[in-house]
C-alpha cells in the first residue's frame, strides 16, 4: 500500500491542546510505513491556497520536539478564517487547494477546528469526491466551547475548563479578602453554548460555595430574576461570585448588554459578544448598590497551558493519532469523535462520524443539566463535566517560564 504524503492545516480559536492533536497526527505519520513526507499549512487553508507550505520533519526531528509540540497552546501552524463557497456555485479556490495538494503528493488532507472548519472539511472532501480525487479529508475536532456536534466533548474544552474552573475559585479567595458585601462578575466565552460557564461550577468540587449564581445562554437571561437572585444571594454570603456567558440573550432573542459590544462580525456572521459583564456591573451598581467588579476571562481561557487538563492533552493526542489510522483504513470525509462509556470510572472511545454531520452545527448545553432556578448546573452536568479537567501535564519551564514549540515559517515552495 502506498499512501503517498499527508498535510496538516489548523483552522479557528486557539486552544491549549490542538497541537497535542497536531502532535499526534505527526507521531501516527511518522511511525508509518505507508506515509512518506509530512507537511504542515500555515495558518489553515489560507496557507493552502497561497502555499506556505512547511516541511514537519525537517523541523520535528525527536520525541522531545514532538513532546514540547503537545504541550505548546494556542496553534504552531498559525489559524485562519476564511469560508469557501459553494463549489457548484465558484470552484476556483478549489482548483488552487487541488493544485497544491497534487503538487506535494498529498493523499490525505487533515485538518483541525471547530464548528467552521469542519464545514471546509465536508466541502473539500465533497469536492474531491465529485472530482474522482484520490485525496482524503479528515477532521480533526477542537474547540474550548464544547458545541460541536456528534463528539462527547472537544479537545480543548477539558483545560479550558480547568482554568476557568481554578481561576473562579482564586476569585473567591480573592473576594473573602474584606469585610465588605461585594459581587464580582465573572464573563466566560460561549456565543451560543454554555459549556464554559458551567464549567464553572467545578470551583466547588471540594466544597467551596463559589460560584454562588451561573447564568448559562441556553436559557433566556431576565433582569428582574438576575437581580432578585444576587440580593438573595449577598445577604446569604456577603461576597458573591457570579458567572456568566457571554452570549447571554433575552427572550426576544436579543444579547444582554447589546449596547456594551463592539457589534463585530467574522466572515462566518458570528458577533463579538464580550461586554455582558460590563452591563451587568451596571445593572447591579444602579439596583443593589453593593461593592461590584466585572472580571472578563478573554484569551487566556484558551491559551493558558500551563493550567491544562492531562485527561485534555492525552485524548487531543490520541484522537490525532486515530486520524490517521481512519485515513489509512481508506475513509475520507470523516471526523473524529470522542464517545463516552461511563463516568464512574471515566471512559471514552474514539470513532469517527461523516464531517457533514457536524459542520456548521452547534450541541449546547443540556437544558435539563440546569437548575429550576436558572442560575445552577444540576449534579447529572457536575458528573459530565468532572473528568475532563483531571491530572495535570508536567510543563516545561526554563527561567521560570514555561518553554513552546514554534514551526519556523520556511516553505519549502514560493509563496504565492
Same mark, same amino acid.
Given at each position: 500500500?502506498?499512501?503517498?504524503?499527508?498535510?496538516?492545516?489548523?483552522?479557528?480559536?486557539?486552544?491549549?491542546?490542538?497541537?497535542?492533536?497536531?502532535?499526534?497526527?505527526?507521531?501516527?505519520?511518522?511511525?508509518?510505513?505507508?506515509?512518506?513526507?509530512?507537511?504542515?499549512?500555515?495558518?489553515?487553508?489560507?496557507?493552502?491556497?497561497?502555499?506556505? =507550505?512547511?516541511? $514537519?520533519?525537517?523541523?520535528?526531528?525527536?520525541?522531545? #520536539? %514532538? !513532546?514540547?509540540?503537545?504541550? @505548546? *497552546?494556542?496553534?504552531?501552524?498559525?489559524?485562519?478564517?476564511?469560508?469557501?463557497?459553494?463549489?457548484?456555485?465558484?470552484?476556483?479556490?478549489?482548483?488552487?487547494?487541488?493544485?497544491?495538494?497534487?503538487?506535494?503528493?498529498?493523499?490525505?488532507?487533515?485538518?483541525?477546528?471547530?464548528?467552521?472548519?469542519?464545514?471546509?472539511?465536508?466541502?473539500?472532501?465533497?469536492?474531491?469526491?465529485?472530482?474522482?480525487?484520490? =485525496?482524503?479529508? $479528515?477532521?480533526?475536532?477542537?474547540?474550548?466551547?464544547? #458545541? %460541536? !456536534?456528534?463528539?462527547?466533548? @472537544? *479537545?480543548?474544552?477539558?483545560?479550558?475548563?480547568?482554568?476557568?474552573?481554578?481561576?473562579?475559585?482564586?476569585?473567591?479567595?480573592?473576594?473573602?479578602?474584606?469585610?465588605?458585601?461585594?459581587?464580582?462578575?465573572?464573563?466566560?466565552?460561549?456565543?451560543?453554548?454554555?459549556?464554559?460557564?458551567?464549567?464553572?461550577?467545578?470551583?466547588?468540587?471540594?466544597?467551596?460555595?463559589?460560584?454562588?449564581?451561573?447564568?448559562?445562554?441556553?436559557?433566556?437571561?431576565?433582569?428582574?430574576?438576575?437581580?432578585? #437572585?444576587?440580593?438573595?444571594?449577598?445577604?446569604?454570603?456577603?461576597?458573591?461570585?457570579?458567572?456568566?456567558?457571554?452570549?447571554?440573550?433575552?427572550?426576544?432573542?436579543?444579547?444582554?448588554?447589546?449596547?456594551?459590544?463592539?457589534?463585530?462580525?467574522?466572515?462566518?456572521?458570528?458577533?463579538?459578544?464580550?461586554?455582558?459583564?460590563?452591563?451587568?456591573?451596571?445593572?447591579?451598581?444602579?439596583?443593589?448598590?453593593?461593592?461590584?467588579?466585572?472580571?472578563?476571562?478573554?484569551?487566556?481561557?484558551?491559551?493558558?497551558?500551563?493550567?491544562?487538563?492531562?485527561?485534555?492533552?492525552?485524548?487531543?493526542?490520541?484522537?490525532?493519532?486515530?486520524?490517521?489510522?481512519?485515513?489509512?483504513?481508506?475513509?475520507?470525509?470523516?471526523?473524529?469523535?470522542?464517545?463516552?462509556?461511563?463516568?464512574?470510572?471515566?471512559?471514552?472511545?474514539?470513532?469517527?462520524?461523516?464531517?457533514?454531520?457536524?459542520?456548521?452545527?452547534?450541541?449546547?448545553?443540556?437544558?435539563?443539566?440546569?437548575?429550576?432556578?436558572?442560575?445552577?448546573?444540576?449534579?447529572?452536568?457536575?458528573?459530565?463535566?468532572?473528568?475532563?479537567?483531571?491530572?495535570?501535564?508536567?510543563?516545561?519551564?526554563?527561567?521560570?517560564?514555561?518553554?513552546?514549540?514554534?514551526?519556523?515559517?520556511?516553505?519549502?515552495?514560493?509563496?504565492?
Amino acid at each position: 500500500m502506498s499512501f503517498k504524503n499527508i498535510m496538516i492545516a489548523q483552522s479557528g480559536g486557539p486552544s491549549s491542546a490542538i497541537n497535542a492533536s497536531l502532535a499526534g497526527v505527526i507521531s501516527a505519520g511518522m511511525k508509518s510505513p505507508h506515509i512518506q513526507q509530512i507537511y504542515g499549512a500555515a495558518n489553515g487553508i489560507d496557507g493552502v491556497l497561497n502555499n506556505r =507550505i512547511i516541511d $514537519i520533519q525537517a523541523q520535528i526531528r525527536c520525541e522531545e #520536539d %514532538l !513532546a514540547l509540540l503537545k504541550l @505548546t *497552546p494556542a496553534m504552531a501552524l498559525g489559524s485562519c478564517r476564511i469560508k469557501l463557497p459553494d463549489y457548484h456555485q465558484d470552484s476556483s479556490l478549489y482548483e488552487t487547494i487541488e493544485n497544491t495538494l497534487e503538487r506535494y503528493n498529498i493523499g490525505c488532507f487533515f485538518y483541525l477546528g471547530g464548528n467552521d472548519s469542519m464545514d471546509t472539511a465536508s466541502k473539500l472532501a465533497s469536492y474531491f469526491t465529485m472530482r474522482g480525487k484520490d =485525496i482524503s479529508v $479528515i477532521g480533526v475536532p477542537k474547540t474550548i466551547d464544547n #458545541d %460541536l !456536534a456528534c463528539t462527547d466533548h @472537544t *479537545p480543548g474544552f477539558g483545560s479550558a475548563a480547568k482554568y476557568i474552573a481554578g481561576t473562579v475559585k482564586s476569585i473567591a479567595r480573592d473576594c473573602e479578602v474584606y469585610n465588605t458585601p461585594s459581587v464580582t462578575l465573572v464573563e466566560i466565552m460561549g456565543r451560543n453554548a454554555g459549556w464554559l460557564t458551567a464549567s464553572s461550577v467545578l470551583a466547588r468540587l471540594d466544597g467551596d460555595a463559589a460560584p454562588q449564581l451561573i447564568y448559562l445562554c441556553e436559557l433566556p437571561f431576565n433582569n428582574d430574576n438576575f437581580i432578585r #437572585d444576587v440580593t438573595v444571594a449577598v445577604r446569604s454570603y456577603r461576597n458573591v461570585v457570579v458567572t456568566v456567558s457571554e452570549g447571554l440573550r433575552y427572550a426576544d432573542g436579543s444579547y444582554v448588554g447589546s449596547d456594551f459590544k463592539s457589534g463585530g462580525q467574522d466572515v462566518f456572521g458570528h458577533q463579538d459578544l464580550s461586554g455582558v459583564g460590563t452591563y451587568l456591573k451596571a445593572l447591579v451598581s444602579a439596583r443593589i448598590g453593593c461593592k461590584i467588579r466585572s472580571v472578563e476571562l478573554n484569551v487566556p481561557q484558551r491559551c493558558a497551558s500551563f493550567s491544562a487538563s492531562l485527561t485534555d492533552i492525552n485524548e487531543s493526542f490520541a484522537i490525532g493519532e486515530e486520524a490517521v489510522a481512519c485515513a489509512l483504513a481508506g475513509n475520507t470525509g470523516k471526523m473524529m469523535v470522542f464517545e463516552r462509556l461511563s463516568d464512574h470510572p471515566y471512559k471514552v472511545k474514539i470513532s469517527d462520524v461523516d464531517v457533514s454531520l457536524a459542520a456548521n452545527k452547534v450541541k449546547p448545553f443540556p437544558v435539563e443539566w440546569i437548575s429550576e432556578n436558572s442560575a445552577d448546573i444540576r449534579p447529572e452536568g457536575v458528573s459530565y463535566l468532572a473528568p475532563l479537567i483531571q491530572g495535570e501535564p508536567s510543563v516545561p519551564y526554563q527561567n521560570g517560564i514555561p518553554v513552546h514549540f514554534r514551526f519556523k515559517r520556511e516553505f519549502v515552495g514560493k509563496e504565492r
